[in-house]
């Protein structure tokens, strides 16, 4: 890590969290990304679970003088010290731009995201960047499949790497395909046997660029893409749920965490709403607190780029966790000047989709006969048919 003093205090540092599956190649994506030129003013966080020392050694030497590791434990469960903290400690050297976060393969990282948008001193310093899921092609079918952990992890991702594609057969990649398009349609795909740089795709994919200025929201929501080679052109035009969709749940057989309160046995899945023409922001701030009231804790991560009545020229931003919304932003316009309604990307585990999207047409006038009507949600936000009070 260089010691530039060009670093500009008042910008935030961008924070990657790299995330995937026990196994999946993090360690040597992360090796290959600080090879590349470019990444100064960068530490690197790493957390080991019960193996300290292991992962130190694979990350190459030149980077030693960024990397903090961690050992308390699970980074999801001990997120609110020593991450924190260390975090918080980086950020006040003033001198860094960026900080990856490396999680071990069992982290949830939803409590990490949370974390940064809940906790003041960690907004004061940071931004989050995006999240990097590594996902291994041989066994990512099998770990989507049977662990909570690996689907909650590719959830929340903005972009996936795919590792070990050389090691897996077509049925297993088409398999995997699948899966991810159910799992989390909008995240930018590409494979790690690219021998294009990684940096340059899987870093600065947030709204904040390096530059202060804001990115495109609709390539940050996943509408559009350069990058991926499967992205996500499509994923606002997903169809809703249908019965069949539910055939075959992707179960949790062996999530360590129950101990702790996490939800599991879940079915992960995304969805996206839409609607043409600006929104009322109170009829948007209602629509917001239900649903954070009644599936907050079903949320894993949601992404939302919105036209309002009072500004409809200037695209309003929502990125929530959880029960936990950002602060909402305000673009200075919409890109390319024609604004675009209303876009919604909701990841959920076990999330009421049915639900979510009758609670949205109540706010927005886009009422089915058999939905409840939005004065009588807001009369009774229990007279939506299946809601019950703390979800
Ligand atoms: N054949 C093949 N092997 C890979 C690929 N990517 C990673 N590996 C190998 O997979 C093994 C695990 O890679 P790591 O980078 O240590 O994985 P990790 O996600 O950091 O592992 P944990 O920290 O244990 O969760 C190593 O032996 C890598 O060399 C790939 O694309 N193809």
Redesign the pocket.
């Known amino acids: 890590m260089s010691d530039h003093s060009t670093a500009s205090a008042a910008r935030p540092i961008r924070l990657t969290l790299l995330t ?10 992360l090796n290959r990304l600080l090879a590349e030129p470019g990444l100064t003013d960068t530490a690197v966080v790493v957390n080991e679970f019960g193996e300290i020392g292991i ?1 130190q050694m ?1 990350v190459e030497a030149e980077t030693s003088d960024g990397l903090i590791e961690l050992s308390d434990g699970c980074l999801c469960c001990s997120v609110r010290g020593e991450l924190v903290e260390t975090l918080i400690r980086l950020g006040e050297r003033g001198t860094l731009a960026r900080v990856v976060v490396e999680t ?2 069992l982290a949830d990282p939803s409590p990490i995201l949370a974390a940064l948008m809940a906790d003041p001193d960690l907004q004061r310093h940071y931004v989050l960047d995006g999240v990097v899921c ?1 996902v291994d092609a041989l066994a990512g079918p099998d770990n989507l499949m049977s662990r909570a952990e690996a689907r909650r992890q590719l959830a929340v991702a903005d972009r996936i790497v795919l ?5 897996a057969e077509p049925e297993a990649l088409s398999r995997l395909d699948a899966l991810i398009a159910r799992i989390n349609a909008s995240a930018v795909r590409l494979s ?2 690219t021998s294009e740089m990684l940096a340059p795709r899987i870093l600065d994919c947030g709204l904040a660029r390096a530059d202060g200025t804001l990115a495109d929201p609709r390539a940050w929501l996943g509408v559009v893409s350069g990058h991926a080679p499967s992205d996500a052109r499509d994923a606002m035009a997903q169809k809703p749920a249908s019965d069949e969709d539910h055939e075959s749940p992707v179960r949790d057989d062996h999530d360590p965490h129950h101990e702790h309160g996490h939800h599991h046995h879940g079915d992960v899945r995304s969805f996206s709403l839409r609607h043409d023409g600006p929104i009322e922001e109170e009829a948007l701030a209602s629509f917001l607190e239900l649903l954070s009231a009644f599936e907050g804790d079903r949320l894993l991560r949601m992404k939302a780029v919105v036209q309002t009545r009072r500004q409809p020229e200037r695209p309003l931003v929502l990125h929530g966790v959880r029960g936990f919304l950002h602060p909402p932003a305000r673009l200075p316009a919409w890109p390319g000047g024609e604004p675009d309604g209303a876009r919604l990307v909701l990841i959920g585990e076990n999330l009421d989709e049915r639900r979510v999207r009758d609670l949205f047409a109540a706010f927005t006038g886009g009422l089915r006969s058999d939905a409840p009507d939005r004065a009588a949600v807001e009369d009774n936000p229990l007279a939506i048919p299946g809601f019950r009070f703390g979800g």
């Open positions: 995937g599956f026990l196994g999946a190649g993090k360690t040597t994506i992962d694979l071990t393969g590594v590792t070990k594609r050389d090691l790690s046997e």
